[in-house]
């Protein structure tokens, strides 16, 4: 692969190299570069150094500018304020390097692989069986498919696990009522796979509620049928792979829709650790990490206290010997550290579950399981809030359904789409599947694009609005660009270096030139929001390109259209590449 260096790496080494040769009392020195309204970079470091070495700032910044290569990268220094540098670059320098990202022959526009990859287990779309999706289930899915995809381009080798729900108390229930009503579990007809799966569950799941919860009998015959299947009784076990595997039918309808890909070997849910959870209790007891408290097996933390002032605990083991989902998460960590050698477990989680995880880390630090070499975060995520910033629910005061809500999201953008299918000659077939990928990017960019540990509200008119801060926004720049090379004729897009570049010209390189330097920053913080940021910019660049550059203008002379087929296409290429990172779809005609 060809790793293309940025123009600001390559910088920022001239300016390091200068200050070693000008002040070599100074030791390794950073020149605090950034990006500057002023010039194309400012270096603010020398101010620092002239404290440390009681010189004059100005002085000391003379003596770098002295010794900074000429040619080539730097095409004009200014000192000004108290030793700050004021650096632009020469319009050939970005030219060649955007010319160097374009040439990559595997794809990645010049972006390295990172040096230090390890190996990420990350925890994300956690639906639980035998139950709706509902928007609450929509972060962690859409948050930890982006950052999957992110890691891995970064050069990370990422596992993925899908710890869904399928253990627990009410399945005693679901399966005893499954028994004495064999058919329950019959689709009807008329539906989807997916929408008959979930309809069935629904009616068995509330059928069997209401039965639980009205006879005393039933509600026995339930708590024995759990006592079952934890012992592994062969017909409960049997019965329950039925629901878990109508379940995943629906889960994988759900997914599809989102237009994101759940694999079954990556669902490892809280019944694939339960041949560990006996041997994680003991190792804790006896280390003394968990004690015993009251009958239960719990750990305490100086800093975890109730209302009252008493030490909070975490409950791996119950009273009655059942085990908390505290055993379940520990013995995910010990099998993800110890059987598939993470160096990082990320859990793409509720903010609200913070507390719990907290204690679930410093737990598995106690035992050993994680340490200096081994680390564990949790990405926490906000609320989805309806307009009036009140949790997400229908006018019912229920939740809404994840699939009412993408179907909405399609349905609204279809229609956006449709508006505008006749100025570019889409097909029938074209405006759906557009409306399709509209819509879906919408509500992933909505997302994306605010802070993982902010609420934000949903709102479908602003989230395919063709302005603004919005996915279409940028699907429709790509689709434009899409359009100039269609219409381009017999030109072509190739660098011209020798070209001296308008103001838009070079505001958009410099951009561009920024792409790889933003996927490591988002990959090392876990933070989306800042790629779907640099990519809004990218648009906001091209449209300031298109108002001051025309690209296909009979003035223009063959090497500037050549030149300027060249910027938007290489924007085209980082605009799909960032995007797809997203998961969300590019549209060649929108």
Known sequence: ???????????????????????????AADPLLRRSDRADFQANGILALAKKLKGNPRELAAQVTAALPAGGLIKDIEVSGPG????TLTDRAIVETLAARAADGEGRLGVPLKDDAGTTVIDYAQPNVAKEMHVGHLRSAVIGDAVVKILEFTGENVVRRHHIGDWGTQFGMLIQYLIEHPGALKHEGGASDGEAAMSTLNRVYKESRVLFDSDEEFKARSRDRVVALQAGDPETLELWHRFVDESKIYFHSVFDKLDMVIDDPDIVGESGYNDMLEETCRILEETGVAVRSEGALCVFFDDVKGPDGNKVPLIVKKTNGGYGYAATDLSAVRNRVQDLKADTLLYVVDARQSLHFKMVFETARRAGWLSDDVKAVQLAFGTVLGKDGKPFKTREGETVRLEDLLDEAVTRATAVVRDKADKVGLSEEEIVENGRYVGIGAVKYADLSTSAVRDYKFDLDQMVALHGDTSVYLQYAYARIQSILRKAGDAVPAAHPELELAPAERALGLHLDQFGEVLAEVGAGYEPHKLAAYLYQLASHLTTFYDQCQVLSPDNAPEVVENRLFL???????????????????????
Not at 5 to 26: C, I, K, V
Not at 84 to 87: A, G, T
Not at 581 to 587: D, E, N, Q, Y
């Open 1 to 27: 692969m060809a790793s293309v260096p940025s123009l600001a790496s390559t910088l920022q080494q001239q300016l390091a190299d200068a200050l070693t040769a000008a002040l070599p009392d100074a030791g």
């Open 84 to 87: 700050f540098l004021n650096i």
């Open 568 to 590: 938007v296409e290489l924007t085209a290429r980082t605009l799909h590449q960032g995007m797809a990172l997203l998961g969300i779809r590019t549209p060649e005609r929108l």
